[in-house]
């Protein structure tokens, strides 16, 4: 090949762009250890194709680190490998492979709950609660865990709500959660509206300044002045003959 002939050669591989070359199958590991796959896969030795196999999966671990156990990462990394060689890695490997069926599998679904909530700022933590005070005997120890109630729904409500609320609005609100089981005695006696604002407010701005010191970190400006020692030869000395 002629010198002209090289210098084209290198202009077009130079120009070649990822958009016109194949996907790749994981491209958090990059084109290189594709291609370092495409040449493994074109070794006929068993034994050699190991050998660069290991390697392979040494510098997967490098450029990705898996998390887990170092079983689990182990099986992992192999897994991937095998998965880019299109499940066709033949090597003997103490590792049990997973078939492509099983990887493509979809997962189960989650349950998540259907039902929806009037109030869902109050939580379902709170609705959990309620069904539990509902179980209770009549006593001094339900009547506490009512007013607990109420105050947590207060609170909750605040959160949300930045405004006041009405004592009667709680007691009708744990009324109806409860289906009338529970009821708010008159002469319980709730947290104050101020306090819990002013303690939501303590909270939020605490979260606040963590934030804006990861952002930026506490830079502090510096108090000195600039003319501080500046002007020592201008200084008047009246005792001076």
């Not at 590991?29 to 796959?37: D, E, K, T």
């Amino acid at each position: 090949m002629t010198k002209i002939n090289l210098k084209e050669a290198d202009r077009i591989d130079t120009l070649t762009y990822n958009s016109n070359r194949s996907d790749l199958i994981i491209p958090e590991y990059g084109r290189g250890i594709h291609a370092m796959i495409d040449h493994m896969m074109s070794l006929a030795d068993k034994e050699e194709r190991l050998k660069c196999a290991t390697a392979i999966v040494s510098v997967m671990g490098s450029v990705a680190p898996p998390e887990g156990s170092e079983e689990e990462g182990k099986n992992k990394l192999w897994n991937q490998l095998n998965s880019m060689t299109g499940h066709s890695l033949d090597v003997d490997i103490p590792i049990n492979l997973l078939d492509a069926k099983d990887r493509d599998e979809a997962p189960l679904r989650l349950n998540y709950p259907k039902e929806t909530s009037r109030a869902g700022h109050f939580g379902r933590t709170l609705e959990a609660m309620i069904k539990m005070a509902k179980k209770m005997e009549d006593g001094e120890e339900k009547s506490i865990l009512i007013v607990k109630l109420a105050n947590a729904m207060k609170i909750h409500f605040l959160t949300w709500n930045r405004k006041t609320v009405e004592r009667s609005f709680i007691s009708e609100q744990l009324k109806e959660m409860s289906g009338g089981a529970l009821i708010l005695p008159e002469d319980a006696v709730l947290e104050s509206s101020a306090e819990i604002l002013r303690s939501i407010r303590k909270t939020s701005d605490a979260l606040e300044r963590n934030r804006s010191g990861k952002k930026g970190g506490n830079q502090k400006k510096s108090s000195g002045n600039r003319n501080n020692g500046g002007n020592r030869g201008h200084s008047k000395n009246y005792n001076r003959r």
